[in-house]
């Protein structure tokens, strides 16, 4: 593609060097991805200034760069100077792909709990329908049957464009793509063209990244209040939004396009009623614009029938019809990760779950509590480089629902593990709860199997899916599912 020509996309710059004539072979904001014909971007990161590469780019072969600083380069060599490098990478990313989010209906689910549960089941609401969806999200993106993993739950603007262009190729016919309030408020959905925006709930989570929760919540609201606004094409758009949540208000006006709320206590366009939840499922009756039915599925807990209703509300939105949607929500078994019970034929249950919230903690431990014949354990941590402020929330809700707790560690990554741990704890009384700190994650998996008895429940949270422990800037493998699993095995030896 021409320079010249790609540069028509963002507007307002100034140029050094000759610009025509100049062909270039992609757009790349890593200088160690730079390749000849490459149009580099200097992005001033939180931890390094791409301009400070821009002589690597160089060396490697860039075409040209975008910058936003004073740079010193030899020759005439072609330089765009922006105000704002992350928004012309934005333009120039969509621009490159040929604004692939015009092309399929974009879902964007966010808030701070359910996301990728939602994107889940809209994903095999889709496939019921017939229908193969682009996911993009914390476990991993998805297109059709073929996965491959990301290093965050919404990559950067660049990486997105490239695989939303990867997903028209291979003909996705929609996609559904987590939106963690990260990504909105650095940038990383620019330019992104949703048709649907869900919102989940809002607690607390990401205050080391956030100044306050408003402003969390306003990154959360960019969602919505990026919606767009093509009334003339036809195109409809909506906002689903959890009526049950105190930020709901806020993000019903954030928005100039349809809201469609969803509620379990009061009136909302989708309801549940009737709801009765067991240790083999929830069961709740639907109500929606298009009709009522009856849904019996295995997805455990409160907090999911929630998911079910976001996700059944955008199907709706979609043009999907009631029985897909019922038959789609039935068939589903868990999410990997969520709620996931760990069989080896014991007489005790096992559960890895993802929850590394104060509220998410909550749920699973009151769901837990709620089916528990005899004792609750759980084995948590909170993770390094992360929100300080949660950890003795965390820890309170732990000590409050469980019986007995196994405080340990969740990828500590740069931090001293004993300093979260007693951030964790350090306020808590040994009469408050009866508690341990086991720093060893392995070992306090195997701990709590070893004290297990007969119809007791030990909930493991905060890990999921994931298969590494992150210590220093090392990720080691490690799988709560796998550990559990060889403990139970070598307890019934
Ligand atoms: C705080 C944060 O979000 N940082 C993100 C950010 O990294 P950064 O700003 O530090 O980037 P940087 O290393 O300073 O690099 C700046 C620029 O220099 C370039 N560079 C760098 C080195 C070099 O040799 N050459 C070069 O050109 C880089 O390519 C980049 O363009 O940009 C990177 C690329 O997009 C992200 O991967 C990285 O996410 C880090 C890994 C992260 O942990 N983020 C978490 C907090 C996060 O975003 N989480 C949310 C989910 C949260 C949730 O909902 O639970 C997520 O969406 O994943
Ligand atoms: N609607 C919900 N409300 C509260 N807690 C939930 C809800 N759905 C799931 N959870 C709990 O939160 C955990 C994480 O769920 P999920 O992975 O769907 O959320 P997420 O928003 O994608 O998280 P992340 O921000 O890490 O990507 C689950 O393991 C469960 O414990
Ligand atoms: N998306 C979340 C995941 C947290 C998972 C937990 N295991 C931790 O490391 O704190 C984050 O990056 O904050
Ligand atoms: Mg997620």
């Known amino acids: 593609m021409k320079l010249d020509k790609l540069l028509n996309e963002i507007g307002f710059y100034q140029t050094t060097g000759s610009i025509q004539d100049v062909e270039i072979v992609n757009v ?3 200088s160690r991805k730079v390749k000849p014909g490459s149009l580099f971007v200097c992005i001033d990161g939180y931890t390094v200034d791409g301009h400070d590469f821009l002589q690597q780019a160089m060396d490697k072969g860039a075409a040209a760069a975008v910058i936003s600083k004073e740079v010193s380069v030899s020759g005439d060599f072609p330089l765009i100077r922006v105000k704002d490098t992350g928004r012309a990478l934005a ?30 089941l809209l994903d095999t609401i889709f496939e019921q329908q017939g229908k193969k969806s682009g996911v993009i999200g914390s476990i991993q993106v998805k297109i059709g049957e073929e996965t491959f993993p990301v290093i965050n739950t919404t990559p950067d603007v660049l990486e997105l464009n490239r695989i939303f262009h990867q997903m028209q190729e291979k003909e996705a016919e929609q996609v559904i793509m987590e939106v963690s309030s990260h990504a909105l408020d650095m940038g990383r959905v620019f330019g992104c063209d949703y048709d649907i925006g869900i919102f989940t709930n809002l607690s607390q989570d990401h205050l080391d990244y956030h100044k306050d929760m408003d402003d969390y919540l306003r990154a959360k609201s960019l969602l919505f209040s990026g919606l767009g606004n093509d009334y003339q094409q036809g195109k409809k758009k909506y906002a689903v939004i959890n009526e049950d949540d105190d930020a709901s208000d806020l993000l019903k006006r954030s928005t100039a396009q349809q809201v469609i709320t969803y509620s379990c206590k009061q009136d909302a366009d989708m309801m549940a009623k009737n709801i009765m939840l067991s240790p083999g499922g929830v069961a709740f009756k639907l109500v929606t614009p298009i009709g009522t039915t009856d849904i019996k599925t295995n997805l455990i807990g409160m907090f999911n029938v929630y998911n079910m209703l976001a ?40 559960i890895v779950d993802f929850a590394h919230t104060p509220d998410s903690l909550e749920n699973v431990l009151q769901t837990s509590r709620e089916f528990a014949e005899r004792k609750v354990y759980v084995v948590v941590g909170c993770g390094g480089d992360r929100d300080r402020t949660k ?87 490690f799988d709560d599912r796998q550990i559990a699993r060889d403990a139970i095995k070598v307890k019934g030896e």
């Open 391 to 477: 950890r003795p929330l965390m820890a309170n809700v732990a000590v409050k629902y469980a019986d007995h707790v196994l405080f340990t560690s969740d990828n500590p990554r740069t931090e001293d593990p004993v300093q979260i741990l007693e951030d964790m704890t350090g306020h808590l009384t040994e009469e408050e709860a009866t508690f341990e700190v086991i720093s060893d994650r392995a070992e306090a998996i195997k701990y709590a199997v070893e004290q297990a008895q007969k119809d007791d429940i030990i909930l493991i949270a905060g890990k999921g899916h994931e298969t590494y422990q992150i210590v220093g800037q090392t990720k080691y493998d």
């Open 28 to 30: 790349e904001m890593d």
């Open 91 to 120: 333009m120039l990313s969509a621009a490159y792909y040929d604004y692939p989010t015009t092309k399929f209906p974009l879902i964007g689910v966010t808030g701070t709990n359910g996301k990728t549960t939602t994107t889940y």
């Open 311 to 350: 996700a059944s509300a955008a199907a709706i939105a979609s043009g999907v019809g009631l029985d897909v949607i019922k038959e789609a929500l039935e068939s589903v078994k868990g999410v990997d990760g969520r709620f996931e019970p760990i069989n080896e034929g014991q007489d005790y249950s096992v």
